[in-house]
């Protein structure tokens, strides 16, 4: 019996438009915000233009996440979007109440009550970070693995306190490992895949196949 023309494979997975919309979020969304640290450090932390291409940056990151999560299984991949998806929250929020300081606005980060949601959902993006290197362990260079999870825990050392030259080189280092991640290609679990062509029984010949 002739091979079903709907089966799906790994590879056919990893070459849709919307696996190579995923894998090219790896190269931009780094670059986007080391861009907006680099505005950050020369600029100054409530600089309006380096909090735009902040958000756009963070709205990047958010897509990364969706490819780190389709690059892992189980527990560790739905505890990742639960944590990336609060983290995707944190980050942005950050960048636009950047936006509300450069208008004269009260500093979340400085504020009491409801505002201090802001500080947890902006820990669980480093965090998004870190869970996402333990997804690559064995999909993709042992290095850039280990230079994403370094990365992770620089992270807010640099955000926190306000480090410039920190924060430029931490995203410097996004911009390599999650490019070399990228230029990997890693595939998806064999387990997400649908069963092949040869694995569906065929008729023997001379038999109808009932």
Not at 74 to 102: C, E, K, P, Q, R
Not at 121 to 150: E, Q, S
Not at 182 to 199: D, N
Request: hydrophobic share 55%.
């Amino acid at each position: 019996m002739p091979a079903r023309s709907g089966s799906t494979t790994v590879s056919d997975m990893t070459s849709t438009p919307l696996d190579r919309l995923l894998t090219g979020s790896l190269f931009v969304a780094p670059a986007v915000y080391l861009t907006a640290d680099l505005l950050y450090a020369t600029r100054g932390w409530d600089d309006p233009t380096a909090a735009v291409v902040h958000v756009l940056g963070a709205v990047g990151y958010t897509i990364v996440l969706v490819r780190l999560v389709t690059l892992g299984d189980g527990v560790l991949a739905a505890v990742l979007l639960v944590v990336g998806a609060f983290g995707a929250a944190g980050d942005v929020a950050y960048g636009f109440n950047t936006i509300h300081v450069s208008l004269g606005d009260t500093d979340l980060v400085d504020a009491t009550g409801a505002a201090t949601l802001i500080k947890p959902l902006g820990l669980c993006f480093p965090l998004t970070l870190l869970l996402g290197a333990v997804v690559l362990r064995g999909k993709a260079p042992t290095w850039a693995v280990t230079l994403l999870a370094v990365s992770a825990l620089a992270w807010p050392v640099a955000h926190i306190g306000n480090i410039g030259w920190l924060a430029v080189a931490v995203n410097a280092a996004l911009v390599t490992a999650l490019g070399a991640v990228a230029l990997q290609s890693p595939t998806r679990p064999a387990a997400s895949a649908s069963p092949s062509a040869a694995a569906i029984p065929t008729a023997e010949p001379g038999r109808s196949g009932r």
